[in-house]
């Protein structure tokens, strides 16, 4: 296994009943590497994006994360590396919404034993990094959509993942909107050396990304 | 388990927070309040006795008089033999005893009950020294006389004068009230005990019907507690034999009939349904807030909870929920106690407890002791409540959480 790779998938395989979804992908993604993943509707790539951070367990091949081979592993294995390494931002925000933005920011975490005191301020910085320190007090129904994403980016940083997955991070966004997200991702990127995949349908999003992988019925394609 | 997740979870989904919460609030709320009515008959049925200083009389039923002159017995009350009286006070778990004679007296120009006492014993009669008005109580020893209050305001007597039973008088100590304080051994006139005992034991009428040595009485008031009273009437009534009267708090209980009855079985059969209703109560509401925040549950699980991360989450909320909801049927289930205990309860006193023959007038109407219902909500009774609220609680979340807790997320994020 290479060391450089934060991902390495091996002739992975996804069949629900008698459908296969993704099909012998062999996908390597290296450690601080911007990846799109891009294809049509029901070409497989929110399932692949699923299965490379251990939401779901392949029907067949091998995936390893970080150096670990996640395989194998339990839910609750799972469930705790996810929380260790991983960060999520999806299309639909998927905010608490009896929690405010800083404690959706710090959700994650409130598993872990530390000082509620140390985690919200973590949680500000976030937003103060996001520009949504000013809305920290706020829950997400009084947040438009935009601000919404910020959040979950936010929470998505808490745990100072090596990898974020977003899952059509712009979907539900108008394009100015959009467009900032995108800058913030790719901010985090560049600056902090973040790896992250990204899936869309959107060629013009995957651009600005270091690699497209293309997939269409289950197959990755380039 | 975060606290303020479970608080924000509870406050913002008020509708079903409510739903349940209230729904237990009421449960929780009958059954403190049908177990604490129930207890309230069981103080009330032992207040007759309480209020003479016992938790048993022993009496002993016989013959009625021949002739109606001069000092009598009821046929309520006849010779309970001292060998007898002291193999009685040998009994275990006895806490306290006394014992007292009353005796008719029919003179020439009145009717008198007289009761006689031991002065220096504070169970039994001895309890009327509180009740005294005027002058003092008895003081063992010195042949002297109380006298009810009543009694001294038709005969015009009062502390110093001097009365006259059965031939024998006797200077007046004090005045008693005790009527207001008991409807059971009141007499007309209280005497030293060996004074009664001399004025039986010199008796005719009395030896005739039911032979009394010196050392008798007819009387015996016992004090023991609760848990013996019941195998301590068995013994006595092995001692004296079938015409013994032995009164309890139970006897006065089922004096209060299908009231009691009523309210006892009620409580326990109330109880049970009011628990099931409650949980079932609870049980859907949770389940339908969970099922609506299945979607919710999956994200949780997307960003790194664990299934226990999960179901400690949901339990927390569960119990929290159900301890609120106990609080609340706490406080109503005090207003509720609250209002009963503005009811009255009359409890009917046996006839053969009643010290006024039946055949004069007013002797043969019933004799209740009408008091307040003692309608209390205990300390343990409260902590019950409260500790079964947090099981329901427990149980139900403990329950709904390990299945939701197995969601997938990516099933949740696949179906969004």
Known sequence: ?222 | MDLRYMVKELWYRKRRTLTATIGLAVGIAILITMNALSSAYTEAARMPLKEIGADITVQVAGDVPETLTGPVFACSAVTIRKNDIDQIRMLPGIQGFAQALLVWVFDADRFTIVLGLDPSNPDGPGVLRSQVTDGRFLEKGKKEALVEASFAKNFKLKTGDTVTVAGETYPVAGIVDASRATKIAVAHIYLPMEEAQKMAAASKQVQTVSPFGKDDANILFIKAAPEQIDALAHSIKDILGDKASVATPASFLKRLGSLFALSDKFSLVTSLVVVVVTVLIVLKTMAANLTERAGEIGILKAIGWSNGNVVSQIVGESILQCFIGGILGLLFAILAASALGLMHVSIPIPWEMSPTPHFLPGGGDPVFRTLRLPVHISWQLAAFAILLSCLVGAVIGGFLSRRIARIKPSEVLRYE
Do not use: C
Not at chain 1, 158 to 176: C, H, M, Q, R, Y
């Open chain 1, 1 to 222: 296994m290479n060391n450089h790779y934060i991902i390495s998938a091996a002739d992975l395989n996804k069949d629900f009943d008698s459908l296969q979804v993704v099909k012998g992908v062999n996908l390597d993604i290296g450690k601080g590497e911007f990846v799109s993943i891009v294809g049509k509707s029901g070409s497989g790539k929110t399932t692949l994006l699923s299965l490379l951070s251990g939401l779901e367990r392949p029907s067949s091949g091998r995936i390893t994360l970080d150096g670990r081979d996640i395989t194998n592993s339990s839910e609750n294995e799972l469930a705790l590396f996810r929380r260790d390494t991983v960060g999520f931002i999806f299309q639909s925000f998927h905010l608490i919404p009896t929690l405010s933005a800083w404690e959706n920011v710090a959700l994650p975490l409130f598993p872990v034993k530390m000082h509620m005191a140390k985690l919200k301020e973590r949680a500000l910085e976030l937003l103060r990094q996001m520009e949504m320190e000013h809305r920290a007090d706020h829950r997400p129904s009084t947040l438009s959509g935009g601000e919404k994403q910020r959040v979950a980016i936010a929470r998505a940083l808490i745990n100072n993942p090596k990898i974020v997955f977003a899952d059509e991070p712009t979907g539900n966004l108008d394009s100015a909107t959009g467009e900032a997200i995108m800058e913030t991702l790719k901010f985090l990127h560049t600056e902090n050396g973040l790896s992250l995949v990204l899936v869309t349908h959107d060629l013009n999003l995957a651009e600005s990304s270091d690699r497209i992988i293309h997939m269409q019925d289950g197959e990755v394609l380039s």
